[in-house]
């Protein structure tokens, strides 16, 4: 089970690392009543729905999207997780974006402990496919779909999401580019254009998911919240560095 939502002050964490780091896995562990806003591919929710017992996907009478719950093991009517997928299965025809502004829009946040968007990743990607082919279709500079993009995440991250009294958790992967940090070139959440350099300045918690090795030789998984020569991290609430990826161990005294 997650943890509970009373015993700390909400925060807004941007996480992020390579593919396998344990982001998702991380993020689950945030207290519930949990949304979860699903952009990434089928099969990348399977931390969530550990969570309880996971119920027949749906139609989001809403978002005309797939829906799916997760309810607790001994009370079938309290949901735990609500998952709501944002995909499209045909980047020609966007829905998913238009969908999750609608969604945004009409949801009351606040019957939600925490609420995820899982990845910004593909989040961007979607944004993206909607100025491609609905928003500015003849275009013939591509580099307007990425600004268009932008344009559409920025104001979710940085303005919707940055502006929630409840507990923010999104997903990213890392940059392949380096950002200049105190003199130093380190890497930094994976976000289009200007977005780069302004959206850790939007979360309180900037944490790295990353897997690495004991003394033994055994994999763990860990959290890095403090920045150093090579990424950047930060945390306004003290998080131990390196910290279990975990939401109760970001509360342990270092």
């Not at 609500?82 to 606040?110: C, E, G, I, N």
């Not at 009294?165 to 999104?170: D, K, M, R, S």
Request: charge should be negative; include cysteine.
């Amino acid at each position: 089970m997650t943890a509970d939502a009373t015993s700390h002050p909400s925060i807004h964490v941007l996480t992020y690392g390579d593919s396998g780091a344990g982001k998702t896995t991380f993020a689950a562990t945030f207290p519930t009543p949990m949304l979860v806003c699903a952009f990434d591919p089928v099969g990348k929710d399977t931390p969530y729905l550990r969570l309880g017992v996971p119920q027949p996907v749906t139609t989001d009478p809403l978002t005309g999207l797939y829906t799916r719950s997760v309810t607790h093991p001994k009370a079938a009517d309290f949901e735990l997780v609500k998952l709501v997928y944002f995909h499209d299965p045909d980047f020609t025809q966007p829905r998913a974006y238009p969908a999750f502004q609608q969604f945004m829009a009409a949801t009351d946040f606040a019957e939600w402990a925490t609420v995820v968007v899982d990845s910004a990743t593909f989040m961007e990607l979607m944004a993206r496919k909607y100025h491609q082919f609905r928003l500015n279709p003849t275009a013939k500079e591509p580099r307007q779909w990425f600004a268009g993009g932008t344009d559409l995440l920025e104001d979710m991250v940085m303005g919707r999401f940055a502006s929630l009294l409840i507990n923010v958790v999104i997903t990213a992967h890392v940059d392949e580019e380096k950002d200049e940090m105190h003199g130093s070139f380190v890497r930094a959440p994976k976000f289009p254009g200007r977005m780069k350099k302004g959206v850790s300045a939007s979360f309180g918690e900037v944490y790295r998911a990353y897997v690495a090795r004991n003394d033994k030789g055994e994999m763990y998984y860990a959290l890095q919240t403090r920045s150093d020569t090579l990424y950047q991290a930060a945390s306004q609430i003290g998080a131990p560095n390196p910290c279990w990826p975990t939401y109760d161990a970001l509360w342990t005294p270092a």
